[in-house]
């Protein structure tokens, strides 16, 4: 995109402009998935371990048992359980990454007068990172293409809205189905149940809370009827209330937004890449991740 300006700004205007620029971009990538445990992980693996990994071979990374069992340790204080095979792959590729980062810190003497502050150094060291990162030039058909390629993200999905009956007590197919029958006929105020009603959820979201197949059968039933349903933790009593039809996003109207979108994943994309350039330089041992 081209802008015009009545006259060009003074170079400590530029400057300070482009320092803002730059550290608003290295925030955004702190949030990105790729980092999005870089301060979590900096308190998780103390600086004093990280030393003595290094005393030996300073171009030798490790990773044990040790990282494993604090990211899991970590990660079910935050999530509630403990990370899946995918997940914990996850952590450590960040992990890894972090101390790639903090060692080019340390190497570049960005820890000085900062001693002892692993996310300092690290964030330092993704400072020099980001500033040979640049955008690479597109146009509206490289938008486009993008956009549909992520077009998920962007279509109005279908949404239901819907009643859950929940009965207390025995909840098995068989009284489900029973109590789903006392329902229909109206007689359900003598029975020891309440009543949870959803609106706008969208179908990823009732996948996720019920599973697939009870999205499927929601799907198909009748509108305002009770029926039966079986979810991953057993049988449902539920109505379904209305379909919202999905709706096709259009990319003149996103354009922007779409834009934005691309800069994000691609500056993040080159930052990975660049951040893995790094990581060549050193020998990384893997231990066979904890059981």
Known sequence: ???????????SAREEYASTARQHRLTRWLREPLLHFLLLGALLFAVDHVVNGRVDDPHTIRVDASVDEQAIQVFKAARGREPNEEELYALRKVWLDN??????????GVDKGDP?????????????????????????????????KHRAKYDEPARFDL??????G???EAAVRAFVETLRKGTAGELNAGLRVFKGRPRSNIVQSYGDE???????????EWVALPTRDGWRAVQLVSITQPRPANFEALRNVVMQDWTDATM???????VRALARKYIV?????AK
Do not use: C
Request: aromatic share 6%; proline share 6%.
């Open 99 to 108: 101390e790639v980062l903090y060692r080019e810190g340390l190497a570049l």
């Open 170 to 172: 025995d909840r098995s």
């Open 116 to 148: 002892a502050i692993r996310e300092r150094v690290i964030f330092k060291a993704l400072s020099v990172v980001d500033s040979n990162v640049k955008l690479p030039p597109f146009d509206d058909n490289l938008l486009r293409e993008w956009f549909e």
């Open 268 to 274: 993040a994309e080159q930052r990975t890449a660049a």
């Open 214 to 224: 009870f999205a499927k059968a929601l799907e198909q039933s009748s509108s305002r």
């Open 163 to 168: 009643q859950e009956a929940v009965l207390v």
């Open 285 to 289: 041992k893997l231990e066979p991740v």
């Open 1 to 11: 995109m081209n802008h015009t300006l009545s006259k060009p700004l003074p170079t």
